[in-house]
């Protein structure tokens, strides 16, 4: 048994870790290279993106009216399924909302504010236990405002 290497004979790990080490730089400069040449988003580009960001509290605004108004009939709820779906569904445009705030108001602070108004007196209607028609008004006034605030009207 020798005490020296051999000369000339490289370890198979030392060539491995040498790959690796290759790799990760490479992988590292193409992404600072590739993300350095990409175009900065368009103010549309940036919109649209808003616009699909928001579509999950569409939805949930116009399933709100609907289920709402299968669940409560005269300020007593009928069907708590359907009660408990359209509070979530207020729930989820509450979320998205609030996810989507900064953008909002950096589109338009007054829409901003409006859609947040429209959509916690919603709430309030919901959580009352006001007329499905009440429900309906308010629904349809939150999506007025969302479009709106969405800088699609």
Known sequence: MSLYRQPGRVAARTVALAAVATLVVGLIAGFALGRGTAP????????ADLRDELAPGREGLELTATEYAQAVRGGRVVAPTEYA?????????????????????????????????????????????????????????????????????
């Open 85 to 153: 779906a359209a509070k979530a569904d207020v729930a989820r445009v509450q979320a998205t909302v609030a996810g989507s705030r900064a953008d909002l108001r950096a589109l338009n602070v007054a829409r901003a504010a409006e859609l947040e108004r429209s959509v916690a007196a919603l709430s309030s209607a919901v959580d009352r236990r006001s007329s499905p028609a009440v429900v309906q008004a308010l629904s349809t006034r939150a999506d007025a405002a969302l479009t709106a605030a969405a800088g699609s009207g």
């Open 40 to 47: 900065d988003p368009s103010l549309a580009d940036q919109v």
